[in-house]
């Protein structure tokens, strides 16, 4: 990141307030990713619908936006990996994600968005201990050496 992006950001915020306090207001579902896509993997079918309906809606208004800003704009928002590091690193901090928001019981999504709208102190712990986390591993890649 090199430059501060606070109209891209206040805009990405809202869209997602907006989404998931329809979710709750229309269908009393929290948006917790991680667990609307467990659940359709792996849940009740009678509730798989609105589950893919809402997974393939971030797909599908990421890639307008994404349209968007490359048409109207011409900027390229296309994902760059860090040169050099190693894919093994990366399936590793996927799978320990997927671990993490499954021990969690949800995932900063559902904690950090949500239960702390609903001022839940379970998800106030959790979104800490996802910030910790982050903050820690950040700095164990970027800083130690071999881990670079």
Do not use: K
């Amino acid at each position: 990141m090199t430059h501060l992006t606070p109209y891209s950001a206040l805009a990405g915020g809202l869209l997602i307030g907006l989404s998931a306090s329809l979710l709750l207001w229309l269908n009393g579902r929290i948006a917790g990713i991680s667990g609307i896509a467990r659940q359709l993997i792996w849940g009740e079918r009678r509730e798989s619908a609105w589950r893919a309906a809402f997974l393939l809606g971030l797909i599908a208004g990421a890639a307008v936006c994404y349209a968007i800003a490359r048409a109207l704009f011409h900027v390229d928002l296309t994902p760059h990996a860090r040169p050099g590091f190693p894919p093994v690193l990366l399936i590793l901090a996927g799978l320990a994600t997927g671990y993490g928001t499954a021990l969690g019981h949800g995932c900063t999504s559902g904690h950090g968005v949500c239960g702390l709208a609903r001022f839940s102190r379970r998800s106030a712990v959790a979104t800490g201990v996802f910030l910790a986390t982050a903050i820690v591993t950040t700095f164990f890649v970027r800083h130690i050496p071999g881990l670079q």
